[in-house]
Structure formats: C-alpha cells, structure tokens
Nanobody, 119 residues
Framework: QVTLVESGGGMVQAGGSLRLSCAASARSFSIYFMGWFRQAPGKEREFVASIDWRGVTTNYADSVKGRFIISRDNIKKSVYVQMNSLKPEDTAVYYC????????????WGQGTLVTVSE
C-alpha cells in the first residue's frame, strides 16, 4: 500500500512558477513509476508528466512540454514537478500517482493540490 500526499499548490500570476511536491509512504519507493495528472473544472483528468523508477526516463503532455520538469528523490521518497511559465489554462487540481511494474495503470493516487493561475 502506498499513500501519496501532494503539497505546493496555490495561486500564482500568469508567467509565474510553482513547484509541487508529492511525498510517498512506501516501503520501497524506488520501484514505483510516478506521474502527475491534473483535472481542470468541468474537464476530465489528464496526464501531465511521468518519470521512471530511476529518474532517467520522463514523459510530458504536449501542453506542458518545455515548461514543466518532473523529478524524483528516491531517498526522500518524493516526486516533484517544477512548473514554469504558468498559464491560466494550467489551473487545475494536480494529482500525484504511482504504479509498480506489474500494472500498466496507476494504482495509487494522492488527494490533489489546487493550482490557480490568474491573468
């Protein structure tokens, strides 16, 4: 069982930056493939970024590519997303997720943290 807790959300003006953190309570955090998702008001949840267990391979949604950077610290059992050049359309609840190698779908989800980007 893995518990994920996000933090770092808040309100920022367009063009600003935020760094979200996700702390995991997992016996072996390094075995998990981690991801960030978001859900804007009235929209379905969408993929934002992911990172493999070693922190070597990353993937990004086209909408955030070049602006967001995902990273992880296996010693601290945490994953991060640095969000730069934020736009109002980045406004959403951001969720951290984890899955192990036996699953193709993310198994564990955090409660989410709200990011609001104003004009």
């Amino acid at each position: 069982q893995v518990t994920l807790v996000e933090s770092g959300g808040g309100m920022v003006q367009a063009g600003g930056s935020l760094r979200l953190s996700c702390a995991a309570s997992a016996r072996s955090f390094s075995i998990y493939f981690m991801g960030w998702f978001r859900q804007a008001p009235g929209k379905e949840r969408e993929f934002v970024a992911s990172i493999d267990w070693r922190g070597v391979t990353t993937n990004y949604a086209d909408s955030v590519k070049g602006r967001f950077i995902i990273s992880r610290d296996n010693i601290k059992k945490s994953v991060y997303v640095q969000m730069n050049s934020l736009k109002p359309e980045d406004t959403a609840v951001y969720y951290c997720a984890a899955r192990d190698a036996d699953h193709e779908q993310f198994q564990y989800w955090g409660q989410g943290t709200l990011v609001t980007v104003s004009e």
